[in-house]
């Protein structure tokens, strides 16, 4: 479909890759200069550069939508903490800060990726997602840490996907979460959506959402100079985007870390104690404390019960031992 834009005279001298930008509606510079590099933009007949400065008022026709080149994941070497592997599967202890693949606003060749790491050591894997996503069933956040299943073949990524979408696969996390639960466990079923005004965020307060379930149970309660957490252990049924986030914000308690969804970037000491502490003492997490703790489920192959199970990672047990002593151990 073809779309035609008039340029105002008051438009003159700027640049076509930005004014068209602000043209189109949810389209961002990157896709328009990719349009512009495809020939999808004319003016008069002819293609112009991304720097072509406007005249005011020409006739600019957008001739469809971007089409990105296919990304193809390369193998990188890239440590990796097995958990569990055998010639079906494999899980892995993933830390904080590693993506699980590249993002449509990848570029070829970008690595860094969980998915480079796992093609440098299997070569092959499941091509069930795709060759940007050889293996992949299921996908952590970036800044989560924990354990994620990978097929290394066809056959076990479709049972895999399969038990997933039977809600077959028990997943449990741990959360430190801001304030006190009131209720020692509970159920939190509440439907998921883009969040329309910050595309980077869901939400549970628009309607038509996907149905996501979470259930959880309190750990401990604590009080502390830098104010009142609930550590929390929380189990998912369904596996939606940022889910487990959403939720416990959705409850007012967001998580330790999660300034998308509302949490502060530094714990600070509260108000009322700050004169026996006068030092600036603070606490800053540069991640989510949310780690995959717990994976169950049944082997794709032998319908053996596969418990694996992996311990907070050394950051979020500091971060939690200074908030429960109230003492800070600087670190560069």
């Not at 079923?189 to 959402?209: E, F, K, S, V, Y």
């Not at 889910?243 to 949490?263: F, N």
């Not at 997490?285 to 596969?306: D, I, K, M, S, Y």
């Amino acid at each position: 479909m073809t779309i035609t834009y008039t340029v105002p005279e008051e438009a003159a001298k700027q640049r076509l890759d930005a004014w068209l930008t602000g043209q189109m509606s949810g389209v961002s510079r990157e896709r328009v200069q990719m349009l512009l590099e495809q020939g999808k933009v004319r003016i008069a007949g002819t293609t112009p550069r991304a720097s072509y400065r406007l005249r005011g008022g020409e006739a600019v026709e957008v001739l469809g939508d971007p089409t990105p080149k296919p990304l193809k994941a390369v193998a990188e070497d890239i440590p990796l903490q097995i958990v569990y592997e055998d010639e079906e599967l494999s899980v892995i202890d993933k830390p904080a800060g590693m993506t699980v693949h590249a993002g449509a606003g990848a570029v070829e060749g970008e690595g860094g990726t969980l998915v480079n790491a796992l093609l440098h050591r299997y070569q092959t894997l499941s091509l069930v997602g795709g060759d940007q996503r050889p293996g992949i069933v299921h996908r952590l956040d970036k800044q989560t840490s924990g354990l994620i299943i990978v097929a290394r073949n066809d056959t076990a990524h479709a049972r895999l996907a399969e038990m997933f979408a039977q809600r077959k696969m028990r997943k449990t996390y741990v959360a430190l979460v801001h304030g006190h639960l009131k209720q020692d466990r509970g159920t939190i079923d509440a439907p998921i959506a883009r969040d329309l005004l910050r595309r980077t965020r869901m939400t549970t307060r628009r309607p038509g959402g996907r149905t996501a379930v979470s259930h959880y149970t309190v750990m401990r309660r604590i009080s502390s100079r830098f104010g009142q957490y609930t550590l929390v252990s929380v189990r998912i049924e369904t596996g939606r985007t940022h889910q487990i986030r959403v939720h416990l914000a959705s409850l007012g308690h967001p998580m330790v870390g999660d300034t998308l969804y509302g949490a502060p970037a530094r714990l600070t000491v509260m108000p009322s104690r700050q004169r026996t502490y006068p030092e600036p003492d603070c606490l800053t997490l540069e991640r989510n404390f949310l780690h995959a703790a717990e994976l169950e489920f049944a082997h794709p192959r032998t319908g053996e019960t596969v418990h694996l199970t992996s311990p907070l990672p050394q950051e979020l047990e500091t971060v939690l031992r200074e908030i429960e002593s109230g003492q800070v151990n600087y670190r560069e």
